[in-house]
């Protein structure tokens, strides 16, 4: 089982329960538990049932997140922060890119926190000075609109792909390729089933049979492509045969 990372996600003045839900699904699909808010509408959201049907499943970040009225008490312990924020500063941190900054960020010992504000205001000017680092994801210029829960999505993913990610799981195996055998045999049985329907003279088959051949091979059929093909060329056969019968 992954070991939780100690990054932070500071949710500033959140107004929306579902969206505090939300928010936790994001960060513990990505394997992260830490999620802290900071003098949101309601002390009591995490503990909502929009809040619990929003996280999907994510009760346990739900149960441990932690409300405090203040952001200085949310950043004890962090020694690396990044504001999120769509609106330029013209004074505070230097703005970047996620992948950019993540880049330099993730190598380094740093115990790093994320920080979003509200639905409505985004964050305060105060609390973006507070921060190391601004980042800005890029979106359409015209319409940058995301939602808060969106936002964390897309940070966590890119912060948990920088620190390396993780790999992705085959969901089947491997097919078994047909032998040449296979091949040659499913072949005999097309060539038959072909003369009877008439698209095959056997008197002239010029190079079809070898053209199917190349392309069976080109396509690596699997065995269990195999029955099928034979399938469909058996039942061809009977219907055929069975139109001629008197």
Known sequence: MQAPDPTRFILIGTSHPGNVGAAARAIKVMGFSELWLVAPRDAEAPRRDEAIAMASGAT???AATRVVATLAE???GVSYLCATAMTPRDFGPPTFAPRRLFETLAPSPHRVAFLFGSERFGMSNEDVYRCH??????TRADYGSLNLAQAVQLIAYDWREALGGFAVEPRTTDATL???????????????????IGFLDPAAPKKLMPRLNQLFNRAGVTQEEIHILRGI????????AGKSSP
Do not use: F, N
């Open 60 to 62: 346990d970040v739900l």
């Open 74 to 76: 949310a950043l004890e």
């Open 133 to 138: 680092a601004c980042l800005s994801i890029p």
């Open 178 to 196: 047909a032998d040449a055998a296979s091949v040659q045999g499913l072949l005999e049985h097309w060539q038959r089933t072909l003369v009877s």
């Open 233 to 240: 060329a058996k039942a061809i056969l009977q219907q055929s």
